[in-house]
């Protein structure tokens, strides 16, 4: 069963509407697959002390217990480990719950999602299924700009602090509106809305937010949101846009622009959230010289890593232009063979190579390069960056950044030995003659996370045997990077 847009006119979504054994399955083969790709992820414990390894064990046995606790609605979230990390100056809380947890958690997530799919706002795009993607987004603003024929007005907003700052009554009296209150699937959500947790070894119950790092926090971020997406997608002339806590307001006319900015910013209060100052956009998107007493002109603004030019273009932004720029500069750090090279030019071929496997065969580094690659249309800038790949190579070979190296090597030169053009990448990837990076990642990370980590020899009668056993993959020990279980 699933909601309209108008939830008012459909049954409420109980716990036998959504839940079945099968999709508790499919969610625990995905939170077992998912550390052949990031293999310190198995590794992670909670309250419990247990890894990934130490429930799979007993893997079948306790999904069956699992199954037998959700018929019998006796399952019950047990407390998670807060976690606190730094990304990039920002703190952040990570909340890790047990390992059966992360499965019912998971499970909850994609049934809901898949309920609520045509109640969500069409211009949700985060934490929803592949058609609502960050690459739909993009794709779709850029489109608004390329076909808007006027002077367009551009508001942005970004929420503070979003996944900590949720309250908690307000959710679950939307969660009361799209579920029974009195059914058991209310009563699971309800305790992951005030979700228990463990910090500096005391048992505490949250009093605001949602559980960051948990699948249903993502599920509950839209939920909460949805209705302010009514209310501004409803302003005539209005293109709205949202990605998590990212918003964004395209219009034609001036009027449009300021009622959606005021239902926004009303919502938001009402809420009880706030928005950061530093990312607080009102412009006036033009190619020339404009005057506005409210919305600043300024010919492109920067959303989601990418610049939006006015007209459409769209160009790579200064942070994620350095970004693939340290691609390069970190690989010819890291890879110093080319520095015992025994002559400059036998330098060059090699300095190359590096930056020849940095876009081919750097699994990272070709879903960075590819992803952006995909969404950029000025090959001006793509140019520029590839004269100072060029020139990248022969500073760290001859020493320094001197027009003259070209003298000494060609640029010609350089392109027979194999450097590579993100220039030709970005054709190729648009002519569809470029493998998905997500395949050539997902290739390489399984063949090292399979790399005498999953299956381990057994001794009977003398002679090495693979067990026939799922279990087998588990050990007493954790699992170590390249080593054996």
């Known amino acids: 069963m699933s909601l309209t847009s108008n939830p008012e006119t459909t049954r409420l979504l109980r716990w036998n509407d959504v839940y079945s054994e099968a999709d508790l399955y499919k ?24 890894t990934l390894y130490d429930f799979a064990e007993r893997g079948l046995s306790r999904l069956g217990a ?15 480990v807060a976690l606190h990390y730094n990304f990039n ?3 952040r809380t990570l909340y890790v719950p047990p390992w059966e947890e992360r499965i019912v958690d998971l499970l909850l997530y994609r049934c809901l999602n898949r309920n609520l799919h045509h109640w969500f706002s069409p211009n949700s795009y985060a934490y929803r299924d592949r058609r609502y993607s960050l690459d739909a987004c993009q794709r779709r603003i850029a489109n608004v700009l390329r076909s808007s024929r006027s002077p367009c ?10 996944f900590a700052s949720v309250n908690h009554e307000v959710l679950l009296s939307k969660l009361a509106s799209l579920v029974d209150s009195t059914d058991y699937l209310y009563r699971l959500l309800a305790q992951r809305v005030r979700f228990l947790y463990e910090q500096d070894g005391q048992l505490q119950v949250s009093t605001i937010g949602i559980p960051f790092g948990a699948s249903i926090a993502c599920l509950f971020a839209n939920i909460y949101l949805t ?19 990212d918003l964004l ?25 706030k928005t950061k100052p530093s990312h607080r956009a009102d412009l006036l998107l033009v190619d020339h010289p404009a005057s506005d007493a409210t919305f600043f002109p300024a010919p492109t603004f920067r959303h989601l890593g990418l610049l939006f030019r006015a007209g459409g273009d769209v160009a790579l932004s200064r942070d994620k232009l350095r970004k693939i720029q340290n691609l390069f500069r970190f690989a010819f750090r890291r890879n110093r063979r080319w520095k015992r090279a025994p002559d400059l030019r036998r330098r060059v071929e090699m300095l190359v190579k590096v930056a020849t496997e940095v876009v081919g065969r750097g699994v990272r580094n070709v879903a960075i390069l590819d992803y952006y690659l995909k969404h950029v249309n000025d090959e001006r800038q793509l140019r520029l960056l590839d ?33 590579p053009s ?23 990370r399984a063949a090292r996370g399979f790399r005498g980590t999953v299956a381990k020899l057994c001794r009977s009668a003398g002679k090495p045997a693979f067990s026939p056993f799922p279990e087998a993959a588990a050990s007493k020990s954790p699992v170590r990077e390249g080593g054996c279980l």
């Open 153 to 162: 007005y551009v508001v942005k907003r970004d929420i503070t602090n979003y």
């Open 66 to 80: 699992i199954h037998k606790a959700l018929q019998r609605r006796s399952f019950a979230f047990r407390p998670a």
């Open 27 to 50: 969610a625990a083969l995905r939170v077992y697959t998912k550390p052949v790709f990031q293999w310190r992820k198995a590794l992670f414990t909670s309250s419990d002390g247990r």
């Open 227 to 245: 209705q302010l997406d009514r209310e501004v997608e409803s302003v005539p002339d209005v293109r709205y846009f949202r990605y998590a806590d």
């Open 422 to 444: 993100l220039v030709h990448r970005r054709r190729m990837i648009h002519s569809g003659r470029m493998e998905s990076p997500f395949f050539i990642w997902r290739q390489a």
């Open 89 to 91: 100056g920002k703190h």
């Open 387 to 419: 004269r100072w790949l060029a020139e990248a190579v022969l500073a760290a070979a001859f020493g320094g950044h001197k027009k003259g190296h070209f003298r000494k090597v060609s640029f010609q030169q350089l392109r027979t030995m194999g450097l």
């Open 249 to 273: 307001l395209l219009s034609a006319t001036r009027e449009a622009a300021e009622v959606a900015t005021q239902r926004l910013e009303a919502r938001l209060t009402k809420l009880c959230l």
